[in-house]
């Protein structure tokens, strides 16, 4: 009699049956994936425009500083004079915001710390031209300090370069290659990848980063006097990565640690009266005079 019963279907491998349950979650990942690569920049910086902020603030006195970056790109700043200056500084600020937002601190080293500063604003900030990334925010910090030694006739490595988060990652860049009278790190990172590595742990960062701002790797070719400042209820920037860093670079160094503060908190008293014994027994500069042309 020929065979009437219906031929049973093969049943799916193990492999096969994995497959069909992960497959669904592994492309919804590899998307995130693929979108977070693709919003690089959009995730590290954060650029607020020159409609936001106080331009013309009570009590500070400045000048506005117009100047360009190596590629053309036209950049904007504060350049904050003081009488007879403790120090000629160069400050790059944060990731997010814009050089308004730094105000404070410009009224204290103004007036209680008596340094002349130069603030401003990385490409896409504030009143600055462009968009920013890790190579042009690297060349606009080079243009705003040849600006600045240009302007008040010190030499460029005769600046004192101090960055916060972000900004403390573009100027160990500049001074590991080029130099500085000082340095000055507060709130920063070993490097970028780490960062995005401790806040998104569940992608692949450190291998598909294109932006590294890696200062672990570079602080050690420094070579001068570091303060570096950190609030050890860092939230963003968890402490440990700046003694990381720390412990990479040349003496002398000082660390100072901030109980209770995170990451965004307004600076301390204790802290401004380290940065002015910092800045007070620096060594001599090289050129002719800190003070060179008009303030």
Known sequence: MPDTSVPQKPRPTTMRRVWRFVRIPLIAYLIVVLVAMWGENQLIFIPFGATVGDWEPEGLHFEDAQFQAA???????????????????????????????????????????????????????????????????????????KWLAERTGVAETDIVLMGESLGGGVVVDLAAKDGARGLVLEDTFT?????????????????????????????????????????????????????????????????????????????SGRFLKELKDFLEKLPPVSSAGESGGPM
Request: negative net charge.
């Open 71 to 145: 590629d053309g790109t036209k950049l904007h700043g504060w350049f904050v004079p003081a009488e007879n200056p403790s120090a000629v500084v160069l400050f790059c600020h944060g990731n997010a915001g814009n050089l308004t937002h730094r105000t404070d601190l410009m009224l204290s080293m103004q007036n209680y710390l008596g340094a002349s500063v130069l603030v401003f604003d990385y490409r896409g900030y504030g009143r600055s031209e462009g968009s920013p990334d890790e190579k042009g925010v690297l060349q606009d910090a080079r243009a705003a300090r």
């Open 191 to 267: 490097s970028l990848p780490d960062m995005a590595a401790y806040h998104y742990w569940w992608l692949p960062v450190r291998l598909l980063m294109r932006s590294r701002l890696d200062s672990l790797s570079i602080i050690g070719n420094y070579h001068g006097p570091l303060l570096m400042a950190h609030g050890d209820a860092d939230s963003i920037v968890p402490i440990e990565y700046a003694r990381r860093l720390f412990e990479a670079a040349n003496e002398p160094k000082k660390f100072i640690v901030e109980s209770g503060f995170d990451h965004n908190d307004p600076r």
